[in-house]
């Protein structure tokens, strides 16, 4: 025995309530972050010693207005409040959240808590917000008609948690906590009794102006029919053009940075397997998905800041009507937006869906978004077979054929998307009942704290998944080594390149030749690296962007049109690469999902590379 | 003022059925009742309280702030001290009178 255990403390608030900011504010970046077992539900605990030296581990469950528990996430908060989550601990006491400048619902969330008779704490956060409107709470009077403690917190100033961890101190925890609780679900008449009960409270305890005015005005701009939708394409058109410029020269660092590195390290290796391993396989590799660090972290740091301020509510809003169309809610809007740098973060943003089944179906979309890993395989191929000339008066050619295949994806997505619900699931839609909170200030060290845990899960995956699956794509493509005196690129030897004279006659019905099947071998561990794999398989030694350049009129020379389309069109729909798969398949704790998604995308690709080439092939002959 | 909940509010009953998602902007009364339609897509019981959790009791004052851009479709809809958002089929549960 190690003495017993720190006691748990389980944070729960409304959505919007500042408690992530509050858990944020006590635990720093003693942070964990993991997903529940069996469920796509993210798993936040800290830890932290209150003021008197008691040790404390913090759960930050997920926002919900009841114990009901409909989305996987409030279920999560359910089942832990009421000690019913196999592998999770029954929490030793429970800290409710609440927005004091929005009491009335949770208020209610808190008489439902205290049903289920653990040690309780109430935090009104954002107290600083309601001093500054001319507000005022009657702290004794709320605590004693609540009949729990009540405190007031700041999370985002330094010290705005001293009551609270005073508070925390005083509560009775109790050894064994017992497993019964006194909670069962509502009823309607209970809701409404309840929030009689809240309104008669919060008359007698709180005077609040209400901060609607300001919220209330932005509002009839950033929702106006004609300029909050111009404003939502111009936030857009800024996201895109800071994930796909500003990180540029990050990237090329990082870039630089790794190919050094590579460099130096295969110049003190001796040549051989070891080097091969180390330079070709981890360098060369694990750098690829290392130089999206800069872009990722770019995406996030606007997503954090435009979700802190409340705007991603009103994104939703605005876009509900067109994602209603093939099924989905507005809420999907912002993963699929993320999914044009990659499909990874887009995935993993999923999570703002509440309703399982829309969430499975945005992730299974995702990756038909143009991610940035594909950019230069249109660039190669449009280069190399599209005619630089302009057309429709003024239009680049070239630049009409990109905007067409950045196109078919979203189209693409959104058929998907509707023939998953509306066809498969055959699903009414559900409904659409969303808050949407007042604007407030991000807090600098909130977007901060959160930019670095999401940086750190990312290179901590490039560090285990991704390294794992680089090594195993240089190992097939390495062995077994060419014989002596053999001609012709290592990987003709290799077990990639048997595969892909293995794999050829299936795939020679679209137009593909066999260096194109060994290309996309590789290209499965990330899109890009099928430019590096043609070069090689034609025999060129060139690196980085000569690559291109030189590659480009061998293309042109050897492919048919036909088949150069096909290949965009491929592209354009598969082959997802591992990493995809990989967070596919961490994120809905299943493997029949990226198995499907893997079968879905080869079929599509398969299917529309084969129209493309046949097609093609008429019309030209 | 935080408004409070009025028995009277409760027990009135409107003229005409009127549903909060037929409103248009600028539209501002109160809920007299939440009522299943047949569009429902989930069990009433589920429904109702959903929109019950959300603030939409009786009594409550609601106002129309904005509409969405196509189709005039969602709403976004003041309820007391609150903001929700919600597809015009979804509020054609609310039951409301102007005042």
Not at chain 1, 219 to 225: G, I, K, N
Not at chain 1, 233 to 254: N, R, S
Not at chain 1, 364 to 373: D, G, I, K, N, Y
Not at chain 2, 27 to 38: C, F, H, Y
Request: glycine share 8%.
């Amino acid at each position: 025995m190690n003495g017993p255990a720190a006691p748990e403390i389980a944070l729960v608030g409304c959505p919007n309530s500042g408690k992530t900011s509050l858990f944020n504010a006590l635990t720093g970046s003693r942070q964990k972050v993991a997903n529940y077992a069996g469920v796509t539900v993210e798993r936040k605990e800290g830890a932290f010693v209150t003021p008197a030296g008691r040790p404390i581990k913090i759960l930050d469950l997920p926002g919900t207005y009841s114990l009901r528990g409909r989305s996987p996430d409030e279920i999560v908060t359910r089942d832990v409040v009421l000690g019913r989550l196999e592998g999770e601990e029954i929490p030793d006491a429970v800290v409710c959240v609440a927005d004091a400048t929005n009491l009335r619902l949770v208020l209610r969330l808190v008489l439902e808590l205290k049903a289920v008779g653990r040690p309780m704490v109430l935090a009104l956060n954002m107290m600083d917000i309601v001093a500054r409107q001319g507000g005022r709470i009657d702290i004794e009077r709320l605590s004693k008609e609540l009949g729990v403690p009540v405190v007031e917190t700041v999370a985002v100033k330094k010290g705005g948690t001293a009551a609270l961890l005073a508070a925390i101190d005083e509560l009775p925890l109790l050894e064994d906590p017992p497993t019964e609780h006194g909670w069962r679900e509502p009823s309607a008449a209970e809701i409404r009794a309840a929030h009689a009960e809240a309104a008669r409270i919060l008359h007698d305890c709180a005077f609040h102006p209400g901060n609607e005015q300001f919220t209330r005005k932005l509002d009839r701009v950033l929702l106006h029919p004609v300029f909050g939708v111009v404003i939502l394409l111009a936030v857009l058109f800024l996201m895109f053009q800071a994930v796909f410029t500003w990180a540029t020269p990050a990237m090329d660092l990082i870039k630089a940075g790794i190919e050094a590195a590579g460099v130096a390290v295969g110049e003190v290796l001796p040549d051989g397997l070891l080097r091969s391993l180390i330079v070709d396989g981890v360098f060369a590799g694990v750098g690829a998905v290392l130089v999206f660090l800069p872009q990722i972290v770019i995406l996030f740091f606007f997503i954090i800041l435009l979700e802190d301020f409340g705007y991603m509510a009103r994104a939703a809003f605005l876009m509900d009507r067109l994602m209603a169309g093939t099924g989905l809610h507005g809420r999907a809007f912002i993963p699929l937006l993320s999914s044009f740098a990659c499909a990874i973060p887009g995935i993993m943003a999923a999570r703002v869906i509440e309703n399982r089944r829309d969430r499975i179906a945005t992730i299974l979309v995702a990756p038909l978004m143009t991610c940035s890993a594909r950019l230069p395989v249109y660039t190669l191929i449009v280069a190399a077979f599209v005619p630089d000339r302009t057309v429709f008066g003024g239009f680049g050619l070239q630049g009409l054929v990109m905007f067409g295949l950045f196109a078919a994806g979203i189209l693409s997505a959104l058929a998907v998307a509707f023939v998953v619900k509306k066809i498969v699931w055959r699903e009414a839609p559900e409904p659409f009942i969303m808050e949407l909170p007042d604007y407030k200030m991000p807090a600098p060290a909130n977007v901060g704290l959160g930019l670095w845990i999401r940086a750190g899960a990312f290179l901590r995956r490039a560090g285990t998944v991704i390294l794992a699956l680089m090594i195993l794509i240089w190992f097939l493509s390495t062995f077994p080594a060419p014989p002596d005196g053999a001609t012709g690129p290592a990987i003709d030897w290799s077990i990639a390149g048997r595969i892909g004279h293995f794999l050829a006659p299936l795939f020679e019905p679209i137009g593909f030749n066999w260096q194109i099947v060994v290309a996309l071998i590789p290209g499965m561990a990330a899109r890009e690296v099928a430019v590096g794999v043609l070069a090689t398989v034609y025999a060129l030694s060139a690196t980085g962007d000569e690559v291109g350049q030189a590659l480009q009129p061998i293309l042109t020379a050897e492919w048919s049109l036909p088949t150069a389309l096909s290949f965009l069109v491929w592209y354009v729909f598969a082959p997802q690469c591992l990493s995809t798969l990989a967070v596919v398949r961490r994120e809905t704790e299943s493997r029949l999902w990226p198995a499907i998604m893997f079968a879905y995308m080869f079929a599509l690709a398969y299917a529309a590379s084969f129209a493309t080439y046949r097609i093609a092939g008429a019309l030209l002959t | 003022m935080i408004p409070t909940p009025d028995k009277a509010f409760a027990d009135a009953t409107p003229a005409v059925t009127a549903t909060l998602g037929r409103r248009a902007r600028g539209w501002s009364g109160w809920v007299t009742g939440l009522a299943p339609t047949d569009r429902l897509t989930i069990p009433w019981a589920e429904m109702e309280r959903r929109l019950l959790e959300m603030g939409f009791v009786e009594g409550a004052r609601v106002e129309l702030l904005q509409e969405g851009p196509f189709g005039r479709d969602p709403i976004a809809v003041r309820v007391d001290d609150l903001t929700v958002a919600l597809r015009r089929r979804d509020a054609d549960v609310v039951l409301v009178a102007e005042g």
